[in-house]
């Protein structure tokens, strides 16, 4: 038996590679955005996550409103969920002189709560926002929906627009000295506070399209922001803790891998190809492929 891989399946398998790649992109882009500049280890982002898919649900699902308009409102609620948690949660506990861990378990409580009010609020009851064309576009022997497709292509524009911001925006330049060093940032009069909640705001946006396309693919229910957020991280570390350039490399290098891991493997051990990518890259390059700016 042959053990050369069928070059069909290679190629549709590469494609479905770049399109769970790009998903994971927008998230991981997300938390660079919020790790890297803040230090805060947000595992409430997966609550932000849920609280998008939901509104997205609610507006266009149950209320009947066009579907850019459910993404709007959910990418609003998404980013006032963010900077509300960084004003009323964050901000005290960094002015409290709280610990990293002190904040992640902080946060972690905010995620078990925010998700059990939301249950007992609108229930465990799956939601959709209505059903999407399945219609398809091939390219020879490779086959990706138009959904899929779309969604690929303003992931890559929104990354594109998000890297630049954070070269030739005030902001963004803002955000970056404070990554590199958050005590020379603020001697030369960076206002850190505020840094931080554009952070937070702008993370929590992206991640609500990732939520977005999530919702349109199956449905909004409280479970289903564990996943793609820890996906996410796994990126974000795999490319480089301070660049979303990294973190987005990272992410790509995760779906092809994942999904090429199938020419060999059984489907339930496809996800343990990231973990042994991520495993071997931080044993022999701790910082990640791409180096954080110094």
């Not at 059990?116 to 398809?136: C, K, Q, Y």
């Not at 289903?224 to 973190?247: E, K």
């Amino acid at each position: 038996m042959s053990v050369l891989p069928d070059l069909d399946l290679a190629a549709q398998l590469f494609v479905d590679g770049l399109v769970d790649g790009s998903f994971v992109a927008i998230v991981a882009a997300s938390w660079s955005v919020i790790y890297s500049t803040t230090k805060v280890f947000h595992f409430a982002h997966a609550l932000t996550f849920v609280v998008a898919a939901y509104v997205t649900a609610l507006v266009a699902g149950t209320a009947g409103l066009p579907r850019p308009l459910a993404l709007a409102a959910g990418v609003g609620a998404a980013m006032v969920v963010g900077a509300a948690t960084e004003v009323t949660l964050y901000r005290r506990l960094r002015n409290r002189g709280s610990s990293g861990f002190g904040m992640f378990l902080a946060s972690m409580g905010l995620f078990i709560v925010g998700i059990n009010v939301l249950s007992i609020v609108l229930g465990t009851r799956p939601r959709n926002i209505g059903r999407f064309p399945s219609n398809a576009i091939e390219f020879g022997p490779v086959r990706v929906t138009v959904v899929d497709l779309v969604m690929v292509l303003a992931v890559w524009s929104i990354v594109a627009a998000t890297l630049r911001f954070e070269v030739r925006s005030r902001w963004g330049r803002a955000m970056v000295a404070a990554r590199v060093n958050p005590t020379m940032a603020r001697a030369v009069g960076v206002d850190l506070q505020r840094v931080y909640l554009v952070a937070f705001a702008i993370g929590s946006g992206l991640v609500a399209l990732a939520a977005f396309y999530q919702t349109a693919k199956t449905s909004a229910q409280p479970s289903m922001g564990i996943d793609p957020i820890m996906s996410g991280l796994v990126a974000m570390f795999l490319g480089g803790v301070g660049r979303t350039a990294g973190a987005v490399l990272g992410a790509l290098i995760l779906g092809v891998s994942q999904n090429l891991g199938g020419l060999w493997l059984p489907g339930h051990w496809q996800e343990i190809v990231s973990f042994v990518i991520l495993f071997l890259v931080l044993l022999l390059r701790p910082q990640g492929l791409l180096a954080s700016p110094s």
